[in-house]
């Protein structure tokens, strides 16, 4: 008998990182590590599982950013080169360990893992991972679900709707051609929340969306089954709350999982501990130390004295930490099932670089989890949400509270003192985008090109992650870069529109760079002037 079900959710996003004027780039690394240590080692237990007959079912939210960058030819070109560079570093740390069993082991399991994912992403996938996602959502196995555009902070665009509708639009659309079918379900970045905002996911066919728990919690109307049962917005919207004990056992990096001593170190790297002389082709220009995924250590404790990794050990004790899970929330769902009318659902939403990129071992634990659930006494089920309100309908009519999954609860982490100074220039650049749509309504040819220019850049400057980057102190330079950059091509463009003066040349150059959604309708921006609050 079912008393409970588990709803899974991954958020795979990255920025749109594209530099072809680049002979290499920096930044585009966060693509490749993404594509070997997270969306291969996935796509792999998807296809183990689905060999060996277990059943599972997971919600992926593919972000239109990412997605274009998975489906970009010259990101794929380039992505094989780094592999290439892998599989020969590897191949030289197998000969410099010669003499050290344990490092030498490690640095074997690098080679193989590196030759298989070159193999698995050109043989099988034709170089393009989303035709895995797409075979595992053809076949049921996961529910593909979309974000905004370019994953902006939503709340910090409540005053101009316009902006937010062409956001939640253009995802849909894009999620509609890459993969077929419309999403039913939205991953609101950052699980930025504001009321009213339903309303336009209503407008572009979204049935259910994701939120913070004290979105639910703190709302006027008191959920009555708190986060584990999904509430209906007055429009009819459905929300499905994160639950914050069920998600913290997995995501904490202090207290979670992730933090056992037993798994591999993130933070040391032989980017950053061999000599420069021998790394050197290995990092950036050879100069700049960067992680390159050889990692030799586990993380042992809070001290600089760290043991040498023992893939064996580490996976014995994800397969430990995937059983406590699942007895986590049997108990969990024991105690709320003879309160509620219908069983519970954990609704437990992570980033997917989570996953293989930053817990080495987190590919190893899903597919444990799914394999003894699959033997369990079946008291608790792995669901989608579509799957889930087909058997359930909300009960309840809830209007959610102002909220966001960031530090704090609300919007500190992309509205503060380091990155403020963002909101001033991308919110004009939508007033000016509006006013183009009304000066050029019906345009084609040249101006048309320039209009959809406009509107991609717009667009991309808007991504929360530049302003996350200038708050957390990492890749600064590079996120004042890009959002200064996107409002300058935009400036650019509404200043040859007004002058009637626009030119080919810099134009090509633009599309060629930031080329993302090439089907994009500039009259995406056509909804009227933003709000006067």
Not at 395 to 421: C, H, I, R, T
Request: aromatic share 14%; glycine share 6%; with cysteine.
């Amino acid at each position: 008998m079912i008393h409970g079900y588990l709803n899974l959710v991954l958020h795979a996003h990255l920025p749109y990182v594209r530099h072809p004027e680049y002979p290499s780039f920096l930044e585009e690394k966060w693509l490749f590590e993404a594509i070997t240590e997270t969306y291969l080692p996935l796509l792999a237990v998807f296809d183990r599982l689905d060999s060996d007959g277990v059943p599972f079912h997971l919600t992926v939210s593919i972000s239109p950013t990412l997605s274009s960058m998975f489906g970009d030819e010259f990101l794929q070109d380039r992505y094989l080169v780094h592999l290439d560079k892998c599989i020969e570093l590897a191949e030289k740390e197998i000969h410099r360990t010669r003499d050290e069993l344990e490092f030498n082991a490690l640095a074997r399991m690098y080679l193989d893992m590196f030759v298989e994912a070159r193999r698995t992403f050109v043989d099988r996938y034709d170089r393009n991972l989303l035709k895995g996602f797409d075979y595992f959502f053809k076949k049921g196995r996961i529910e593909l679900i979309t974000t905004a555009a370019t994953h902006p902070y939503l709340p910090l665009y409540e005053q101009y709707p316009v902006s937010t509708r062409a956001q939640i639009r253009i995802g849909v659309e894009h999620q509609t051609r890459t993969f077929g079918k419309p999403p039913r379900g939205m991953w609101l970045p950052e699980c930025g929340y504001y009321e009213g905002i339903e309303e336009i996911l209503q407008e572009c066919g979204i049935d259910y969306f994701f939120c913070a728990a004290h979105a639910l919690l703190f709302s006027e109307t008191k959920p009555q089954q708190g986060v584990y049962a999904p509430v209906r917005c007055p429009n009819g919207v459905t929300v499905f709350g994160r639950d914050p004990v069920s998600t913290n056992a997995v995501w904490s990096a202090d207290e979670g999982y992730p933090a056992d001593y037993a798994y591999r170190e993130f933070y040391r790297d032989i980017g950053y501990d061999l000599p420069l002389e021998y790394i050197g082709p290995y990092v950036h220009d050879d100069t700049v130390r960067v992680n390159t995924g050889f990692k030799y250590y586990a993380i042992t404790g809070k001290t600089d004295d760290k043991r040498p990794y023992d893939v064996e050990t580490a996976r014995r004790k994800a397969e430990d930490h995937a059983e406590n899970f699942i007895y986590s929330q049997k108990r969990l769902i024991e105690r709320l099932s003879p309160l509620m009318q219908d069983p519970p659902i954990l609704s437990c939403p992570y980033d997917a670089e989570l996953f293989g990129h930053w817990w080495f071992e987190g590919p190893v634990w899903l597919e444990s989890l799914f394999r003894k659930l699959a033997v369990s006494d079946g008291s608790v089920v792995i669901t989608t949400p579509s799957a889930y309100l087909k058997k359930h309908s909300p009960k309840q009519v809830v209007k959610p509270a102002f909220s966001s999954w960031g530090n704090k609860g609300y919007s500190e982490v992309w509205l503060d003192g380091s990155n403020d100074w963002v909101y001033r220039h991308t919110h004009k650049a939508v007033e000016r985008m509006s006013e183009l749509v009304a000066r050029f309504p019906d345009e084609r040819g040249l101006k048309a090109r320039a209009l959809n220019q406009a509107a991609r850049e717009v667009l991309l400057s808007q991504a929360s992650d530049w302003p996350f980057i200038m708050r957390t102190g990492t890749t600064v330079p590079y996120a004042v870069r890009r959002v200064k950059e996107h409002i300058h091509n935009f400036t650019m463009v509404y200043d040859a529109l007004c002058r009637g003066n626009v030119g080919t040349e810099w134009l090509t150059r633009l599309e060629r760079i930031n080329n993302i959604f090439p089907d994009i309708d500039y009259r995406v921006f056509a909804d009227g002037p933003p709000s006067s609050e």
